[in-house]
Antibody
Framework: QVQLQQWGAGLLKPSETLSLSCTIY????????WTWIRQPPGKGLEWIGE???????DYNPSLKSRVTISLDTSKNQFSLKLSSVTAADTAIYFC???????????WGQGTLVTVSS | DIQMTQSPSSLSAFVGDGVTITCRAS??????LNWYLQKPGKAPKLLIY???SLRSGVPSRFSGSKSGTDFTLTISSLQPEDFATYYC????????FGQGTKVEIK
């Protein structure tokens, strides 16, 4: 059974770069896309973007200028970088696997990232 | 971009009630619609994919249907563990979630 474990810095200052990673256990990249989704406290879900097993990417147009998603197949990891963060980027960030119908399952445990001066 | 309008934003129901949640897409998305359940402090869990396919392990009281660009999640008989927030997600690009429906105990 595939499990995802994510980690990264939880407290950033405005203008810094958010950096999170997600390790895949019990499976491989092959045949799937891998995604990052975020959820501001008390609010709904926002799709950030995703990467295929061949490293092609697709990003939310509202974040595209600041987002980079990459993968490291040797470590079974994929990563998110979001530059020039502001308080509006404060959220729980989730990594997840994307199936053939865009179905997102399973999910990582989530990482709360707070942006504050 | 395709917009998803989810309704209602919240509802109250008794254990044993049947409930329906709807998502309307702003344009044709075929069957690229998924449903999730989220409990406080937890990651969302997939319930239904491709509009009407039940994820393995999900109870059969959950079902999904489609009529044109309208998609429906039905819970036939609410159980205590079903009180949560539900999200639809259209999975064409860019992917997007509905606003969520909070199901509370009456």
């Amino acid at each position: 059974q595939v499990q995802l474990q994510q980690w990264g810095a939880g407290l950033l200052k405005p203008s810094e770069t958010l950096s999170l990673s997600c390790t895949i256990y019990g499976g491989s990249f092959s045949g799937y896309h891998w995604t990052w989704i975020r959820q501001p406290p008390g609010k709904g879900l926002e799709w950030i973007g995703e990467i295929s097993h061949t490293a092609s990417t697709d990003y939310n147009p509202s974040l595209k200028s600041r987002v980079t998603i990459s993968l490291d197949t040797s470590k079974n990891q994929f990563s998110l970088k979001l530059s020039s963060v502001t308080a509006a980027d404060t959220a729980i960030y989730f990594c997840a696997r994307v199936g053939r119908f865009g179905d997102t399952d399973p999910w990582g445990q989530g990482t709360l990232v707070t942006v504050s001066s | 971009d395709i917009q998803m309008t989810q309704s209602p934003s919240s509802l109250s129901a008794f254990v044993g009630d049947g409930v329906t949640i709807t998502c309307r897409a702003s344009q044709n998305i075929g069957n690229y619609l998924n449903w999730y359940l989220q409990k406080p402090g937890k990651a969302p869990k997939l319930l239904i994919y491709a509009a009407s396919s039940l994820r393995s392990g999900v109870p059969s009281r959950f079902s999904g249907s489609k009529s044109g660009t309208d998609f429906t999640l039905t819970i036939s008989s609410l159980q205590p563990e079903d009180f949560a927030t539900y999200y639809c997600q259209q999975s064409s690009s860019p992917r997007a979630f509905g606003q969520g429906t909070k199901v509370e105990i009456k």
